[in-house]
């Protein structure tokens, strides 16, 4: 795949562009905003962050939470490159969750719970 610029992406920037193309039904590139062009709103944000959590496997914790972070596939692949490194996790592969309180990692992320909280509500 290569972005509006003809740079090769990467496979998280595939992943992502992937998933917002077929939540979003319109294809979308690593750079455009679906935001700003009206495709998403809240509760796709709270989609977005539980994707982000469960394809990548890591937390969004609150302080994480910066709509900038998540308005373009770009945005999200720095911002999953970035808590690997944190999390000192690898970019794929069969690492375990660290949202697992066994694996000794948070037990909780905001995505999951926001979606229990609204779920509990309908």
């Known amino acids: 795949m290569t972005d509006t610029t003809g740079n090769t992406t990467d496979r ?3 992943e992502v562009v992937a998933f917002l193309t077929a939540a979003l039904r319109r294809q ?3 750079d455009d905003d679906y935001f700003a062009l009206g495709l998403a709103d809240s509760l796709f944000a709270l989609e977005l962050v539980t994707f982000v959590e469960d394809r990548f496997r890591l937390t969004v914790e609150v302080e994480d939470l910066d709509l900038d972070s998540f308005r373009t596939a770009a945005r999200i692949t720095r911002f999953v490159r970035c808590k690997q490194g944190r999390q000192g996790l690898p970019d794929s592969g ?3 969750d660290p949202r697992d309180a066994s694996a000794g990692g948070p037990a909780v992320s905001v995505g999951h719970e926001l979606l229990k909280a609204r779920d509990a509500r309908a």
Do not use: A, S
């Open 94 to 96: 069969p690492q375990g």
């Open 28 to 30: 979308v590139g690593p």
């Open 12 to 14: 998280i920037t595939e």
